[in-house]
Structure formats: structure tokens, C-alpha cells
């Protein structure tokens, strides 16, 4: 895998509120809801969205298939996308189990959801009114966020007369970063591409944080690259928002290979979200410059055992400074692990000083406009929301002016 943009074209920021050509029904967050999609057929097997025609399968999930598509209405000409298919059946089912309702490990209801209060719950989501709602936190989440190395949410669009629901993503080409597995190695990254990467995802992953959301799913699957070697995490579906007082939060989520050794235990409690982030991005890290996971099990008892015992096999081969940032990383007690700021600053990740600056903080995190129905019923509509965007650049200009006022403190 050889991938050669110029370092300085991947770690750029906006400086203005948007990128991205679909001003009329993304910028600023809002993102397009559709409620009468209709799905069609044709006799040479072509199959339609609304306007948009789809492809060949990018891949599968637990959750969805993601179709390569093409948008045919975009006003700039037709403009390939990526659409994910997902079963409203399933995302009730998973629902339930998110509210209470779990199911335990055999498919019979637990706790909260015996008897004839889960039948009420399963019933009341079979009957919403709007199927978008089943994935309204993770729209909630994308409406929020505007950064070159998040990917972009479209549309989501439900047919009313199927058991699919549709969210339409910008494509990233080049596909995940790497293929990881729990059972065999892969080829692993050349030390300068994961480099370059890595770079990229902590703008991505602090640009989260500042915005008090934990993505949970930190892994190579989760990381997409660009036809221009942008880095686009995606797959925001067990993500949470934290407060911005406190980042503490009760449930685990995500793959247990990339789980951080603090919920690796039975009854863990309450967990710092940022630090099991950057444990993840420890162990994506290890992935990309070894081509391995750092921890392995039989079981997924073994693998945690391994997690919160093992120290992660490092080769002699790897430089003393890429050691250190991995084994700052994966810090077994999060307390001590390594944090964002020092990130920012890390020997391997400055390249000893000599790489090219990280964008500083204050330009990274521009913080993005508070989003109103009202602009969502625009959206809708496809009126330009200039006065989404004419907020956007006020607040930048506020936050360069405070920027500015603390350095001169």
C-alpha cells in the first residue's frame, strides 16, 4: 500500500466554514432528511435511490451494506457517493436493547425488558412515525461536525415501503486504511505512511473531543482515506457525548480487540471516553506499523486478560522513538497515558522537531454554528442556508479574537 500526497495537503484545516460542494443542503451541519425515498428496480437490474443510481457493495457491517452510488441530481454533475444500507428491523432491535430492553445472550429479553413492557417498547418502535429517529443519534452527532478528517453525512433517506433505511456519505476511494484481522498479520504500513496518517487522525480524534463526543470504535476499519490521502473517520454509531466538565462515561462499546484495559473487567464503571480513544488510536498505531494486533485471545476473556496483563510485543526493529509513543499509548492505567496536548508534541509524532507543524489547536477545533430546526426545515427544502454560514464565519472571527487576546496575555 503506497499512498504519496504532499504532508502539508493532508493537515490542512478550513479557513472558512466549508469544503464541501453540497453547500445548499450540508454546510454549517445540516444534513438532508428524506421520509418518501422511493427504491426501484429496473428490468437490466439497475437500482435507484430517489436520484441517486447504485453501484457495486464497498462492503459489509454488522449493521449495514455500504453501496458505492451516484448522485445524478448534484448540480455540479453527477458525484459519486457512498450510500449505507441499513435494516430498520435490526436498528429497532438494537434500540431496545440501547433503552433497557437488552436481550441477553441466548435472544430472551433481561431486566427492564421482561414481559409486557418490552412488547409495548417493541411495539411503540415498530409504529414511529419517522424510521429516521432509529438513527437520529448519529446524525445528531455528524450534524455537529464539520472537519476535513470526519466524513461527511449527506442525506438520510427512509423508504416507507421497505425494511431499509439509507444514510448517504462523501465516498472515500482509496477505502480503509488498512485490513486487520484477529488471526493473521497483514502487510503492514511503510513507518513514514503511518506517520502520516497517525498525524491526520489526531487532528480528527482532538477535533472530537473538543466537541465532547467519544467515538468508541477507533480501529483501521473505521479510518477511510480520500482519492487525495485525506484520512475521513466515519462510523459514528456508538459514539456518546460526554459534558464538557466531566468526560466520564458508564458503558463500553466498540471491538474488544481495541478496548482499553479499564473495560476489560466485569462492572467497570464509570471510564474517561477520551482516554479509551487514545488507547485505541495506541492500538491502530501498533496495527498500521506492525501489521498485527498488540493483544490476542482464543476467547474474549483470553483477549482481555491479555489487554489488562500482557505489555504489547514490541520489535527490536522499531525505532526507540516509536516505542516510546506506543508504549505511552497503551499505558495500562489511563490516569498516566498519554493525553492529546502531549500528542501534539510527541517525538515520533513531530519527527524530533522536524516535520511540519500540526495546525495549532485553536485553528483544528473551530467550533461549528448552533443548528435549528429552522435550518434543518431549510435544508429540507434545499434553500441555501446563508445565514447558517454567515453565523459560522462570526464565530471564527470570535474565536481568532479570543485566540488572539490570550496569546497576548
Known sequence: MSLTPPEDSSLQVPTSPGKSRRLSVTEGGIIKETRDAVFREAPDGQRTLNQYVLQ??????????????????????????????????????????????????RGRFRGR??????????????????????????????KKLDHPNVVRLYEVLDDPNQDSLYMVFELCEKGAIMDISLDKPTVALPEAEAHRI??????????LHEHEIAHRDIKPDNMLMAADGTLKI???????????????????????????????????GDHSARACDIWAMGVTLYCMVFGKLPFVGTSIIDLYESIRNDEPP????????????????????????????????????????TAPLLPPRCEN?????????????????????????????????????????TDSE
Open 56 to 105: 457495486h457493495i464497498l462492503g459489509r457491517g454488522a449493521y449495514g451494506t455500504v453501496y458505492h452510488g451516484i448522485d445524478t441530481a448534484h448540480p455540479d454533475g453527477p458525484e459519486d457517493v457512498a450510500i449505507k444500507e441499513f435494516s430498520k428491523a435490526k436498528l429497532r432491535r438494537l434500540k431496545l436493547q440501547k433503552e433497557g430492553g437488552a436481550f441477553g445472550a
Open 113 to 142: 425488558g421482561r414481559g409486557a413492557a418490552a412488547t409495548v417498547r417493541a411495539d411503540a418502535l415498530s409504529k414511529s412515525d419517522n424510521p429516521i429517529d432509529l438513527v437520529r443519534g448519529e446524525i445528531a452527532i455528524l
Open 198 to 207: 497517525f498525524r491526520q487522525m489526531i487532528l480528527g480524534i482532538e477535533y
Open 234 to 268: 466515519v462510523d459514528f454509531g456508538v459514539s456518546e457525548m460526554f459534558s464538557p466538565e466531566n468526560d466520564k462515561i458508564k458503558t463500553s462499546a466498540g471491538s474488544p480487540a481495541f478496548s482499553a484495559p479499564e473495560v476489560c473487567v466485569p462492572h467497570h
Open 314 to 353: 514490541i520489535p527490536k526493529a522499531a525505532s526507540p522513538s516509536l516505542k516510546h509513543l506506543l508504549l505511552s499509548l497503551l499505558e495500562k492505567d489511563p490516569a498516566k497515558r498519554i493525553t492529546m496536548d502531549q500528542l501534539r508534541t510527541d517525538p515520533w509524532v513531530t519527527s524530533n522537531g
Open 365 to 405: 477545533c473551530i467550533p461549528v454554528p448552533d443548528i435549528t430546526e429552522e435550518d434543518i426545515a431549510q435544508a429540507v427544502k434545499g434553500v441555501n442556508p446563508l445565514f447558517t454560514v454567515l453565523k459560522a464565519v462570526n464565530k471564527l472571527k470570535k474565536l481568532v479574537a479570543k485566540g488572539n487576546s
